[in-house]
């Protein structure tokens, strides 16, 4: 052989040496870790099966623990909804037996129904705004004549003879138409002025007249015995020269505090004039008014006719 084969052939077997030394050194170092490494992580079945079940019945045990626990609540919880209306109800029964208690207090109603009824006594008429009735001296400067004068009184005392203690109550109308010719004629000069105005209207009353416009007073006028009692809204002190009264004193005759008593044909022009000053103090507009001639109007008649109008009245006596 050659030198260059024997040199090739000694550098084949030196590698072949050296890759079997280097493979016997890995298999001896490495291979009883790669043992360890897999013996981890495949151990024996048979080795953890009994590891398994032990945790299946603890799972097991656990949750029957668990169903028992929930079926206890939730029996619990399904008595308590009962336990609560029972709560509510008691509540609502205690309320009301309180309201109940509260308005028994309340027997005075049936005691006020044991009460036998108050017989009231009939009403009289109101008369709180009127002048309280009284007589008049027949003094009044008329011109009847003693025929006229005998049929008027004898139409006056035509009527019923009354019991004792009875007495004739007549109305303010009652008196006029009973009056002389005279007094009509003076009332109807006076009424006439009053009306003169616009808006103005008159409203009889048991014991008065009013001329008012709205709810002013115009004039109110009232007749005692032959005797007219007119009243106005003004100031005595401010009128000089006629027979005028103040009667402010009292409450009737506030709102006309001037009376002027017409008892002569001098009085009825003082009147119309101081008809003339209550309209300009109450700005009111004359009119040309159509006149009434309440002579006629008011025709005498008896004072069994006026009781049958129910214009005069028989009062007092026995009850």
């Known amino acids: ?9 000694g550098v084949v077997v030196g590698l072949v040496v050296a890759v079997a030394l280097f493979g016997l050194i890995y298999l001896i170092a490495v ?15 048979t080795e953890i099966q009994p590891e398994n079940e032990e945790e299946t019945v603890v799972q097991n045990l656990e949750e029957e623990a668990m169903e028992e626990a929930a079926a206890e609540n939730s029996a619990q919880y399904a008595e308590e909804p009962e336990e609560v209306a029972e709560t509510v109800e ?47 001296e027949d003094d009044v400067e008329d011109n009847e004549s003693e025929k006229e004068k005998e049929v008027r009184l004898a139409a006056i005392e035509s009527a019923p003879e ?24 003076w009332y109807s000069q006076i009424k006439n002025a009053a009306l003169s105005y616009k808006g103005v209207k008159s409203s009889v009353s048991w014991r008065q007249e009013k001329v008012t416009k709205g709810r002013v007073q115009l004039i109110k006028i009232a ?18 020269n006629y027979d005028v009264e103040d009667v ?12 002027l008593r017409v008892k002569k044909e001098a009085h009825v022009n003082q009147a119309i004039d101081l008809v003339s000053q209550a309209a300009a103090k109450l700005v009111l507009e004359e009119t040309a008014a159509k006149k009434t001639d309440y002579v006629k109007e008011y025709k005498l008649e008896t004072t069994e006719k006026l009781i049958e109008e129910g214009l005069v009245k028989v009062v007092g006596g026995k009850k």
């Open 1 to 9: 052989m050659s030198t260059e084969v024997a040199v090739i052939v």
């Open 31 to 45: 291979l009883p870790e790669i043992k360890a490494k897999k013996g981890k992580k495949q151990p024996d079945v």
């Open 90 to 136: 008691e509540v609502a029964e205690t309320a009301v037996e309180e309201k109940e208690e509260e308005k028994e207090p309340e027997p005075v109603k049936e005691e006020i129904k044991e009460e036998p009824a108050k017989v009231e006594k009939p009403v009289k008429e109101e008369e709180s705004e009127e002048e309280p009735e009284e007589e008049e």
């Open 162 to 185: 009354l019991e004792q203690g009875q007495r004739y109550n007549r109305s303010y109308k009652a008196r006029l138409i009973q009056s002389s010719d005279t007094v009509k004629g």
């Open 223 to 240: 007749l005692r015995g032959k005797t007219l009692s007119v009243y106005f809204p003004l100031e005595v002190s401010k009128i000089k």
């Open 248 to 259: 402010s004193d009292k409450s009737v005759h506030a709102a006309t505090p001037c009376l």
